[in-house]
């Protein structure tokens, strides 16, 4: 069984910054595609951005040029780096694997494997 554990959320005022972690328990396959969503209370959980088995990466538009994900330490670990924070981003932060799927998907139900989610709050 594959777990997930996300670390590195906290408070950040505008314009801060924060670097999200997650961990896998186990090596994840070569060919699992791994992404970062968010969920703000009261809407609907989507993507903020995707890495592909070939590091290939997807970002949602509202994040581009801000965030940035990147596996530093290998296939088992994502990390994803949040620049310029705004309010809009706060919302739990989720850590999503999709176990032997090398494509990315903007679909929360094409991943097979979660984290139990880190608090991203944005204050102005």
């Known amino acids: 069984q594959v777990q997930l554990v996300e670390s590195g959320g906290g408070s950040v005022q505008v314009g801060g910054s924060l670097r999200l972690s997650c961990v896998a328990s186990?090596?994840?396959?070569?060919?699992?595609?791994m992404g970062w969503f968010r969920q703000a209370p009261g809407k609907e959980r989507e993507v903020v951005a995707c890495?592909?088995?070939?590091?290939?990466?997807i970002y949602a538009h509202s994040v581009k040029g801000r965030f940035t994900i990147s596996q530093p330490n290998g296939k088992n670990t994502l990390d994803l780096q949040m620049n310029s924070l705004s309010p809009d981003d706060t919302g739990m932060y989720y850590c999503?694997?999709?176990?032997?799927?090398?494509?990315?998907?903007?679909?929360?139900?094409?991943?097979?494997?979660w984290g139990q989610g880190t608090q991203v709050t944005v204050s102005s």
């Open positions: 999503a694997a999709r176990w032997f799927q090398p494509v990315c998907s903007l679909l929360p139900p094409d991943y097979t494997h």
């Open positions: 186990t090596r994840t396959s070569s060919r699992s595609a």
């Open positions: 890495i592909d088995s070939v590091g290939g990466t």
